[in-house]
């Protein structure tokens, strides 16, 4: 079945830029997506990049998407305290019309 | 514009219950997922219900099932329940068609906790 895989966790100093990998195995995915998870609540959605683009900005959000590798990426520009969170990377399935998640990368920001 | 709502926020059931949880989808949405996040995972797809049916389902057993009301509002039934339902459980709402195209919404979940 699909699979989707990230680190488990992440620390960077406040300031700094945060990257937050995800592999997945579908080649059929329409759209890849990242969500934040802050404690004890749901899904925020931060971002999603379509499957035939290779690059994403969103203000300090950058998506890479490396297709051939099947390989993606959230950079986050000046990370700051409040960005501290778990990540999730999803692809979309058209035919499933379903996501299929990864297990979560939580990132620390220290003062 | 209210988003998702989920109700109960927190329930604790005994083994061997059944549980019922609740979800309202955005507004224009007609079409709702569901998902169970237990503890320091990802969230794992369980089914999705348009038009009142069940169309797509995940790897879950028929413990599971729901249900779809005309104002596509939807329930999430467990029966028998075990230690390891103890899960977050989340509610997506999407219009249809979707396309993937950044349409789903997440309610903030139920914690459903067996003991």
């Known amino acids: 079945g699909e699979d989707v895989e990230q680190s488990l966790f992440l620390s960077v100093r406040e300031g700094d830029s945060s990257v937050i990998n995800c592999t997945y195995t579908?080649?059929?995915?329409?759209?890849l997506y990242w969500y934040k998870q802050e404690p004890g609540a749901g899904l925020q959605l931060l971002t999603y990049i379509f499957s035939n683009m290779d690059m994403k900005q969103d203000q300090r959000l950058t998506v890479l998407l490396n297709k051939k590798d099947k390989h993606l990426s959230l950079r986050i520009a000046d990370t700051q305290t409040g960005d501290s969170a778990i990540y999730f990377c999803a692809d979309y399935n058209n035919a499933g019309n379903m996501l299929t998640f990864g297990g979560g990368t939580r990132l620390m920001v220290k003062p | 514009d209210a988003g998702v709502t989920q109700s109960p926020t927190h329930l604790i059931k005994t083994r061997g219950q059944q549980v019922t949880l609740r979800c309202s989808p955005k507004?224009?949405?007609?079409?709702v997922s569901w998902y169970q996040q237990a503890l320091g995972q990802g969230p794992q797809f369980i089914f999705q219900?348009?038009?009142?049916?069940?169309?797509q389902r995940g790897n879950f057993p028929d413990r599971f099932s729901g249900h779809q009301f005309p104002n596509y509002s939807s329930e999430l039934n467990v029966n028998a329940l075990l230690l390891g339902d103890s899960a977050l459980y989340l509610c997506a709402s999407s219009p249809t068609p979707n396309r993937g195209q950044g349409g789903y919404t997440f309610g903030s979940g139920t914690r459903l906790t067996v003991v």
């Open positions: 219900y348009y038009e009142e049916e069940e169309r």
């Open positions: 579908d080649s059929s995915s329409t759209y």
């Open positions: 507004s224009g949405h007609d079409t």
